[in-house]
T-cell receptor, first 118, second 111 residues
Framework: GAVVSQHPSWVICKSGTSVKIECRSLDFQATTMFWYRQFPKQSLMLMATSNEGSKATYEQGVEKDKFLINHASLTLSTLTVTSAHPEDSSFYIC??????????????FGPGTRLLVL | GEDVEQSLFLSVREGDSSVINCTYTDSSSTYLYWYKQEPGAGLQLLTYIFSNMDMKQDQRLTVLLNKKDKHLSLRIADTQTGDSAIYFCAEGPAGANNLFFGTGTRLTVIP
């Protein structure tokens, strides 16, 4: 149980385009979802926290107009990187926490999405 | 803010035990976690420990928590080549929504 999927697993796009990444909880209801960014050989950096049905809370330094987060249902959150630039190239990982799993405090992570902006 | 530190690298021989250490600063943490990340993949939850425990064992994994020293360790018994990965410790402070991750320890298992 507690499986989180992400789609796509990797994406290459041109500079200036927008990219949408989906995060789904497959067998539980995710009341809270988190979006992280990971640069090569570095730890995870929390970008934002989203609760179902409400606006996301962004960490300091993360542009909310650039990284649009929607958590419209208990099983789906999306991250849209708008007008992507090469410096947005990174590994984006989502995690989810919620109801119907053994430990409601625990975050379960998706497999990540690798974004390359040319 | 919260600070979680780990050593960056650890090499062990196959069959030996591995011990990965982590120190943290927030004494209010309710849960402490160990995650494993294989190359190009997301994080896999290995185990977690509640802050009122000092030890938890799960098959080859043993977690030790010294709350006084704010020190957490993960011991992997009979380390196998498939255990080669990056291991992250993370703390979940009381009242906070998110986790704070350490820098990760890259474990290399030598056949």
């Amino acid at each position: 149980g507690a499986v989180v999927s992400q789609h796509p697993s990797w994406v290459i796009c041109k500079s200036g385009t927008s990219v949408k990444i989906e995060c789904r909880s497959l067998d539980f209801q995710a009341t809270t979802m988190f979006w992280y960014r990971q640069f090569p050989k570095q730890s995870l950096m929390l970008m934002a926290t989203s609760n179902e049905g409400s606006k996301a809370t962004y960490e300091q330094g993360v542009e909310k107009d650039k990284f649009l987060i929607n958590h419209a249902s208990l099983t789906l959150s999306t991250l849209t990187v708008t007008s992507a630039h090469p410096e947005d190239s990174s590994f984006y990982i989502c995690s989810a926490r919620g109801q119907g799993i053994a430990t409601q405090e625990t975050q379960y992570f998706g497999p990540g999405t690798r974004l390359l902006v040319l | 803010g919260e600070d979680v530190e780990q050593s960056l690298f650890l090499s062990v021989r196959e069959g030996d035990s591995s011990v990965i250490n982590c120190t943290y600063t927030d004494s209010s943490s309710t849960y402490l976690y160990w995650y494993k990340q294989e190359p190009g993949a997301g994080l896999q939850l290995l185990t977690y420990i509640f802050s009122n425990m000092d030890m938890k064992q799960d098959q080859r994994l043993t977690v030790l928590l010294n709350k006084k020293d704010k020190h957490l360790s993960l011991r992997i018994a009979d380390t196998q080549t498939g255990d080669s990965a990056i291991y992250f410790c993370a703390e979940g402070p009381a009242g906070a929504n998110n986790l704070f991750f350490g820098t990760g320890t890259r474990l290399t298992v030598i056949p």
